[in-house]
């Protein structure tokens, strides 16, 4: 079943964005949330009110159960990492505080703990996508569950690719992925004792330098899961028998699954990445905001560029196009290693 995000999307969709038509559709009326936050007039939110301001948090609350269900199915959402707040400086550690025991009236042992100021500026991920006027036209449940699909499937795959892609370096429109500026582990191979170097040689570089591993995940492309949990010892046993392409776990560690986790352009080449969510600070607001139009004329193309371009007309082709945008962020403080491989 849809979410009432999808519901509420689809409906502005199949309605050239008119909330008044849009509260017509029969999908809409069956869905509790989407008709309220749809709904022509709400009662303002007072200080006498018991609930206050709820009427006004409609929204919010609709869109939070969408970005959850998106989160289930990103890497960043997987792991446990540490949030923030956007334009807030947050102090992480640089260096550890010393504990040891002591004899009475013995000293104590002291560190200079040094602090790093991190601040997490808001960066918009977007997404634009383009739909027939047959398909947003139907009110039934099938149509906002494939306005749902399109959504949830455009933003996990672009969050898990700026979040691992090597290429990633920070700009004004995007944060770092958590592997720019750091040297490939070289792999050792595919076999079981291969692929165990590989991991370990990783591993140990992050403890080395810092890391307790406590939050640790092992991050690989659907295709290295199959390898991974297929692979072999020399007595015909799994090395990783934890391991499958749904993810589960590996040396210990769980095993996070995305089609994301390979680089861009050719050749093109898999990532088998360890990361440590407690060295990765994560600013998000919580919200997907929509906007919908059937007049626009866009480029429909996955790498846009600035400029004088062969546009498409919607109207002219019969489509309406969505577009979703999140404000999120992080921060790597020195939180992952990488292999590049090639199963």
């Given at each position: 079943m849809a979410t009432s995000f999808a519901v509420f999307a689809q409906a502005l969709l199949a309605n050239q964005g008119d909330p008044q038509k849009a509260l017509e559709n029969p999908t809409v009326r069956r869905d509790l949330m989407a008709s309220m936050v749809l709904k022509a007039a709400v009662a303002a939110g007072t200080t006498l009110d018991a609930g206050f301001a709820s009427e006004l948090s409609g929204y919010a609350s609709m869109s939070a159960e969408f970005i959850?269900?998106?989160d289930e199915q990103t890497v960043l959402g997987k792991m446990q990492t540490r949030s923030a707040p956007f334009r807030t400086r947050v102090p992480v550690l640089e260096n550890q505080a010393a504990a040891t025991f002591v004899d009475q009236a013995a000293p104590k042992p002291a560190v200079a703990l040094s602090l790093d100021l991190l601040t997490l500026l808001p960066h918009k991920l977007a997404m634009l996508c383009a739909l027939t006027e047959e398909l947003v036209r139907f009110s039934s449940p099938a149509a906002s569950s494939v306005v749902e699909r399109a959504l949830t499937a455009a933003i996990v795959a672009g969050t898990d690719r700026a979040f691992l892609d090597p290429d990633e370096a920070a700009t004004s429109g995007h944060p770092a992925s958590i592997t720019n500026g750091i040297t490939p582990t070289s792999?050792?191979?595919?076999?079981?004792?291969?692929?165990?170097?590989?991991?370990?040689?990783?591993?140990d570089s992050l403890a080395t330098s810092g890391s307790s591993l406590r939050n640790a995940v092992v991050i690989a492309h659907p295709s290295t899961a199959i390898v991974l949990s297929s692979v072999l010892t020399a007595g015909n046993v799994r090395a990783f028998p934890d391991a499958s392409v749904r993810g589960g776990s590996i040396l210990g560690m769980p095993l996070l699954v995305t089609r994301s986790a390979q680089t861009e352009g050719s050749p093109l080449q898999r990532l088998l990445v360890v990361a440590d969510g407690d060295r990765i600070v994560v600013a998000d607001d919580g919200q997907v905001t929509v906007d919908t139009s059937r007049q626009a004329s866009i480029q429909l193309l996955t790498d846009p560029v600035s400029g004088?371009?062969?546009?498409?007309?919607?109207?002219?082709?019969?489509?309406?196009?969505?577009?979703?945008?999140?404000?999120?962020?992080?921060?790597?403080v020195d939180a992952a290693r990488y292999a590049l491989v090639s199963y």
């Amino acid at each position: 079943m849809a979410t009432s995000f999808a519901v509420f999307a689809q409906a502005l969709l199949a309605n050239q964005g008119d909330p008044q038509k849009a509260l017509e559709n029969p999908t809409v009326r069956r869905d509790l949330m989407a008709s309220m936050v749809l709904k022509a007039a709400v009662a303002a939110g007072t200080t006498l009110d018991a609930g206050f301001a709820s009427e006004l948090s409609g929204y919010a609350s609709m869109s939070a159960e969408f970005i959850g269900l998106v989160d289930e199915q990103t890497v960043l959402g997987k792991m446990q990492t540490r949030s923030a707040p956007f334009r807030t400086r947050v102090p992480v550690l640089e260096n550890q505080a010393a504990a040891t025991f002591v004899d009475q009236a013995a000293p104590k042992p002291a560190v200079a703990l040094s602090l790093d100021l991190l601040t997490l500026l808001p960066h918009k991920l977007a997404m634009l996508c383009a739909l027939t006027e047959e398909l947003v036209r139907f009110s039934s449940p099938a149509a906002s569950s494939v306005v749902e699909r399109a959504l949830t499937a455009a933003i996990v795959a672009g969050t898990d690719r700026a979040f691992l892609d090597p290429d990633e370096a920070a700009t004004s429109g995007h944060p770092a992925s958590i592997t720019n500026g750091i040297t490939p582990t070289s792999s050792a191979g595919s076999s079981a004792a291969q692929i165990t170097t590989t991991l370990t040689t990783m591993l140990d570089s992050l403890a080395t330098s810092g890391s307790s591993l406590r939050n640790a995940v092992v991050i690989a492309h659907p295709s290295t899961a199959i390898v991974l949990s297929s692979v072999l010892t020399a007595g015909n046993v799994r090395a990783f028998p934890d391991a499958s392409v749904r993810g589960g776990s590996i040396l210990g560690m769980p095993l996070l699954v995305t089609r994301s986790a390979q680089t861009e352009g050719s050749p093109l080449q898999r990532l088998l990445v360890v990361a440590d969510g407690d060295r990765i600070v994560v600013a998000d607001d919580g919200q997907v905001t929509v906007d919908t139009s059937r007049q626009a004329s866009i480029q429909l193309l996955t790498d846009p560029v600035s400029g004088a371009q062969s546009l498409v007309s919607l109207w002219e082709n019969n489509l309406a196009a969505l577009r979703a945008e999140r404000l999120i962020s992080w921060v790597s403080v020195d939180a992952a290693r990488y292999a590049l491989v090639s199963y």
